[in-house]
Antibody
Framework: EVQLVESGGGLVQPGGSLRLSCAVS????????MTWVRQAPGKGLEWLSV???????YYADSVKGRFTTSRDNSRNTLYLQMDSLRAEDTAVYYC??????????WGQGTMVTVSS | DIQMTQSPSSLSASVGDRVTITCRAS??????LNWYQQKPGKAPKLLIY???SLQGGVPSRFSGSGSGTDFTLTISSLQPDDFATYYC?????????FGQGTKVEIK
């Protein structure tokens, strides 16, 4: 069964760091484009990053230089390292698999709250 | 960055109505346009990719069209399960971007 399961969310203080994980089953992370998308409470969807099969990564301007997307092929897991967190980073974070440049399989999401 | 503008932001419709949602890109994106449906508390679901290709398992009452900068999602006969928020998303060039969403409510 194809499944993506995010974890690692929680409460963090402004300026802090958090690492989200996206455990994948049913396909190989390294053979697919993988992406992160977030949704602030009551707001729309915001694309954050993509990691291509060759390992290249691209980011939204809002997180460039603060967030890093990586993967562990041995664990078949995608990561989002989030540093210098701000209140406006409070959101549900989703990982998703890309197919034909669309996001066809999504995780259930993990909530990140940035607050003192 | 490519800006995506959806209209309307919300609409009220009845079961059986034909519903059309439009999405305009700030520059030409050829056919790199996808549509998603999201229900409260749930992850988005891919409906249509590459402007008009129906994702597997999605009912045929959903269809997409357009090219260049102007795109349309049509629900031919609205069903109770279709009340949700719909988002367009361009994948022509990074940063990939979403429209602001269109909430479809029951009239």
């Amino acid at each position: 069964e194809v499944q993506l399961v995010e974890s690692g969310g929680g409460l963090v203080q402004p300026g802090g760091s958090l690492r989200l994980s996206c455990a994948v089953s049913g396909f190989t992370v390294s053979s697919n484009y993988m992406t992160w998308v977030r949704q602030a409470p009551g707001k729309g969807l915001e694309w954050l990053s993509v990691i291509y099969g060759d390992g290249n990564t691209y980011y939204a301007d809002s997180v460039k230089g603060r967030f890093t997307t990586s993967r562990d092929n041995s664990r078949n897991t995608l990561y989002l390292q989030m540093d210098s967190l701000r209140a406006e980073d409070t959101a549900v974070y989703y990982c998703a698999k890309c197919l034909s440049y669309a996001f066809d399989i999504w995780g259930q999401g993990t909530m990140v709250t940035v607050s003192s | 960055d490519i800006q995506m503008t959806q209209s309307p932001s919300s609409l009220s419709a009845s079961v059986g109505d034909r519903v059309t949602i439009t999405c305009r890109a700030s520059q030409i994106i050829r056919r790199f346009l996808n549509w998603y449906q999201q229900k409260p508390g749930k992850a988005p679901k891919l409906l249509i990719y590459a402007t008009s290709s129906l994702q597997g398992g999605v009912p045929s009452r959903f269809s997409g069209s357009g090219s260049g900068t102007d795109f349309t999602l049509t629900i031919s006969s609205l069903q109770p399960d279709d009340f949700a928020t719909y988002y367009c998303q361009q994948s022509h060039s990074t940063p990939w971007t979403f429209g602001q969403g269109t909430k479809v409510e029951i009239k």
